[in-house]
């Protein structure tokens, strides 16, 4: 179903995966539209903001411009007769995985008990690694962890068309978070920050929303950065924690490609810097003379335009009633179906 109306002003959904930056990319939010942006936060881990409780929201504050939370898994393409503009970050799965672990060990006392209940009990008072082979006893029912994967796959959408595994914590669906972020406006990376926010931007910027990004801001990280010597291949939890997350990684690997081919675009088209058109001429250089000297007039071309180019008012596609993961998760079980693998 469409609707014939017509939003200049897109509500910004951002699907904050645990783990992934999203406090640093909700600040940069915060900061472009002040009391218009929403951190959203909720005692039960598995609360999910539904369509109707977006648009309870929006009803509340009309001008609300973005939403950011951990219990953005529904991704419905319009809110109250306004388009949605929907994102998430991936991080490399082990990284993510053991920066969860710190985040445990650090605030398990401040967490409310429904979250507290996800984890070990003693979990502030056992080594790094201790808690990692604990936590994946405690999850051995499941045997691929898939945390992202299961963050996008919302297990209510799935159950739908007879897609369940069993975890409360979503769906373990290459098949259908690759759809659903296929469906996604932006999908950054953790490890490729400044580049992801430079696309973001650029995106929304096609919109008619300008957003302001600091690239140095770093919040709600670990004081521990490094990686555990143990996470390694040769140890036995090292080993487990590397191998859990599959899907995770065909998904970061995919959507990663995908920013740096989408970046390389945007240093074609946008001046992002001294930096970067440095690196752009030593990079065309490096092929033949002819190439350094047209990279040179690129980017003197795209400086001196970058003050004059105007914000774009796109005309933005037609409005739809439909929710992206159940578009996807009927998808997946049309093809099961086809393939036997469904009744």
Known sequence: MTFNRKSVTP?????????????TVSVGFRRSFEFFHIHHYHLDPFYVLTKDKLETLLEINPRLRSISSH??????????????????????????FISQLRYVQRNYWLFPHAWRALWPKEAPLLTLRELARQYLDQESATQDLC??????????????FGLSDGNQNGLNSYAMAHQILSGFHFVGIVEEMKKSLEVLADRLWQWGTKVYFDHDLRLNTSPETSRPVWLTPEDEVGKRILVASENDVLLYDFFRKKLLES???????????????????????????????????????????????????????PLSADLLEVRAAEAVANRQIVAGLLP
């Open 11 to 23: 509500l910004i959904l951002h699907s904050h995966i645990p783990k992934t930056a999203g406090t």
């Open 71 to 96: 219990h953005l898994r529904s991704f419905p393409f319009s809110i109250g007769g306004r388009p949605t503009f929907l994102l998430t970050f991936l991080r490399r799965p082990e990284d993510a």
């Open 147 to 160: 945390p992202q994967t299961r963050f996008i796959c919302n297990p209510d959408a799935g159950a739908l």
């Open 263 to 317: 970046h390389r675009d945007l240093r074609k088209r946008r001046w992002l810097g001294l930096m970067q058109a440095t690196t752009d001429a030593k990079e065309a250089f490096g092929d033949s003379w002819s190439a350094g000297v047209r990279s040179l007039f690129n980017s003197a071309r795209l400086y001196w335009s970058r003050r004059t180019d105007p914000i774009k008012h796109p005309a933005l596609p």
